[in-house]
């Protein structure tokens, strides 16, 4: 995975290329493939903490600071010429990309759980995920779900494949909270600028969307604390109110754990009342039985309940096939 720090520079920008961004940008996937055989570019990388060279993070750095969007001959002589400005966004940034359409993921597995509901988001960024009763749905297949006053301006589109259990109505949220290393905050314009530069270059309705999705969080921000998921879990499950059921989700965040601390917050996640949604890569929660025997949906992305597989998913909440059960 791109995301292994542990991985030489150029292996991290090749995988990224064949399996991340193939089929997704055509940008990124040229550009990551051009620094993976560039012995000049990946030096200039690897002056970053190896955490840090990651491409989408590099790439994302770049777009921020002005790099224009064209084939990698450009972008290198661009980022050979603002390494500093580069360099130092990467270094004080990190990747925290808030796709509200993962909602879209989530909403079949809340279906199944007793409200009033306090959702918990670990990896929280700026919480455009904890808001997915604020937003209309298409699923292939179904009627458009829309929030009880009425069709939102965010309308998320999601290909169903399988029996997936899109419910009559959208969920009744009555505490939302997350947990970030570096909270983000949607009505500071830089906040948003740098969620807008990860957004990949030929993602349009994405961006679309952050912005649509930004002014209803903007209206009523979450409850976000700064810290460690680990050392945060408990004390903010701690302040949901009596007579809500909590729901502790993530979506594409515990990959960047080491595996201990990922077995240490599945083990506090599990002692806690509630449930557990997770929707990661999937080796990242081995203990997690993963059905082979379906075929996914174009992605390795294992949607799961309380530790056991629900659907496959597309990480940008685009797709989702639902296992039924064994």
């Known amino acids: 995975?791109?995301?292994?720090?542990?991985?030489?520079?150029?292996?991290?920008?090749?995988?990224?290329?064949?399996?991340?961004?193939?089929?997704?940008?055509?940008?990124?996937?040229?550009?990551?493939?051009?620094?993976a055989g560039d012995?000049?570019?990946?030096?200039?990388?690897?002056?970053?903490?190896s955490p840090k060279r990651q491409p989408n993070l590099v790439f994302s750095a770049a777009r921020y600071q002005g790099a224009p969007t064209g084939p990698y001959r450009v972008f290198r002589d661009w980022l050979h010429g603002h390494w500093v400005e580069v360099r130092a966004t990467a270094l004080s940034h990190a990747t925290q990309t808030n796709e509200a359409a993962r909602c879209a993921l989530h909403v079949p597995a809340l279906a199944g759980i007793e409200g009033?509901?306090?959702?918990?988001?670990?990896?929280?960024?700026?919480?455009?995920?904890?808001?997915?009763?604020?937003?209309?749905?298409?699923?292939?297949g179904y009627p458009q779900l829309d929030p009880a006053a009425g069709p939102s301006p965010v309308v998320l589109d999601c290909t169903a494949n399988g029996p997936v259990p899109v419910p009559g109505r959208l969920p009744e949220v009555v505490w939302r909270g997350g947990i970030d290393l570096n909270p983000l905050d949607v009505r500071h314009p830089d906040d948003?600028?740098?969620?807008?530069?990860?957004?990949?270059?030929?993602?349009?309705?994405r961006r679309a969307r952050l912005r649509a999705a930004a002014a209803i969080v903007a209206a009523d921000p979450p409850h976000i604390v700064a810290g460690d998921v680990n050392d945060r879990?408990?004390?903010l499950a701690a302040e949901v109110p009596d007579g809500?059921?909590?729901?502790?989700?993530?979506?594409?965040?515990?990959?960047?754990?080491?595996?201990?601390?990922?077995?240490?917050?599945?083990?506090?996640?599990?002692?806690?009342?509630?449930?557990?949604?997770?929707?990661?890569?999937?080796?990242v929660l081995p203990a997690i039985r993963v059905r082979d025997d379906v075929p996914n949906a174009g992605s390795d992305l294992v949607l799961a309940l309380d530790g056991v597989q629900l659907a496959w998913a597309q990480p940008h909440g685009r797709a989702i096939r639902w296992v039924p059960n064994p």
């Open 1 to 35: 995975m791109s995301v292994d720090s542990g991985a030489p520079t150029a292996e991290r920008y090749r995988v990224f290329a064949d399996v991340e961004a193939r089929g997704m940008s055509a940008t990124y996937e040229a550009w990551a493939r051009g620094v």
């Open 233 to 235: 879990l408990v004390a």
């Open 116 to 140: 009033p509901i306090a959702l918990l988001e670990v990896g929280a960024s700026v919480g455009l995920c904890l808001y997915p009763e604020r937003y209309s749905y298409r699923y292939t």
């Open 244 to 283: 809500a059921t909590l729901v502790v989700f993530h979506t594409v965040v515990l990959m960047y754990l080491d595996p201990h601390a990922r077995e240490r917050f599945a083990e506090t996640v599990r002692a806690l009342p509630g449930h557990w949604i997770s929707a990661e890569p999937r080796t």
């Open 192 to 205: 948003l600028a740098w969620l807008d530069a990860l957004v990949w270059p030929e993602h349009d309705d």
């Open 39 to 49: 012995p000049g570019t990946v030096a200039l990388i690897d002056e970053l903490p």
